[in-house]
């Protein structure tokens, strides 16, 4: 066996070595500890409400969050949007429609470059790197959600639900086959952040012109207005009486004279 050979052994056998090395390291390392359960306060009403709704809706019931003694929050799926509208209604008795909205949980790329902007000419201080996206309460996966509170006037709860809409063209199923207020607000909705409520019997917009383009409720709806002149307007102010500029001792000798 020439040394060649014998240095390709070598390698070789070092290598399946340290292969099972690792392998036995990987074996022996501890499994990662599931995440703590969240602890809260017993509240019987909001708990026996998730328990009846979680058992009517099954696995469409994705995220949850109780405040003891004052609300509860549940997300569904997208697809189970328009049956829990019907569960909580016709089944658990929450007749009373109280709003149904939306929100686009995007950090504002307009509002944070011009705040910034204003903040390094007075500290001259770097941009700040975007903040990462939140979905508050009972969590979410998507840029858009809707949400929409509905009461049991007779036994004195109300709960809001949330799903999931979607990122660049949120589409989620109507309430108003089943809350016939939900109309004017799926409207809206439609008109400010450009949801698509399906089986909306006329999804049209409330306040704007029909040709206007864009949806002013979106984070990336560039507000022209402060984009011509930044906020806080730092151009408009005036100097003060007596703070050293020529501008301001000029006015003030114009009018002692």
């Known amino acids: ?30 499994a990662p500890e599931p995440e703590p359960e969240e602890v809260r306060e017993p509240d019987p009403l909001r708990d026996a409400l ?25 997300r569904v799926r997208t697809d189970a949007w328009a049956e829990v509208a019907n569960t909580v209604r016709t089944v658990m008795g929450a007749r009373f429609f109280s ?20 903040d390094m000419a007075i500290n001259n201080t770097e941009p700040k790197a ?68 399906v089986g909306h019997p006329g999804l049209r917009k409330l306040y704007l012109p029909t040709d206007f383009e ?8 560039p507000l022209l207005a402060r984009m011509v002149k930044p906020w806080p307007g730092i151009v408009d102010v005036e100097p003060m009486p007596g703070d050293g500029s020529e501008d301001s001792d000029a006015s003030n000798e114009e009018a002692a004279s």
Do not use: C
């Open 1 to 30: 066996m020439s040394s060649t050979d014998e240095t390709a052994e070598e390698t070789a056998a070092t290598a399946e070595a340290t292969e099972a090395a690792a392998d036995e390291t990987a074996a022996a390392a501890p």
């Open 50 to 74: 998730l328990a009846e709704l979680s058992s009517l809706m099954g696995d469409a019931i994705v995220g949850s969050h109780i405040i003891p003694g004052k609300d509860i929050w549940v």
């Open 99 to 118: 709003f149904l909205s939306a929100i686009d949980w995007m950090p504002s790329p307009f509002g944070r470059s011009l705040d910034s902007a204003v």
């Open 130 to 197: 975007p903040e990462p996206m939140q979905t508050g309460y009972a969590g979410g996966d998507t840029r858009f959600q809707v949400f929409a509170r509905v009461t049991n006037l007779k036994d004195h709860w109300g709960i809001t639900l949330k799903a999931d809409a979607g990122d660049e063209n949120p589409t989620i199923g109507t309430w108003t086959k089943v809350y016939a207020g939900a109309d004017w607000h799926e409207r809206e909705m439609y008109e400010m952040f450009g949801i698509d409520f």
């Open 214 to 221: 864009g949806h002013p409720l979106r984070k990336d709806f």
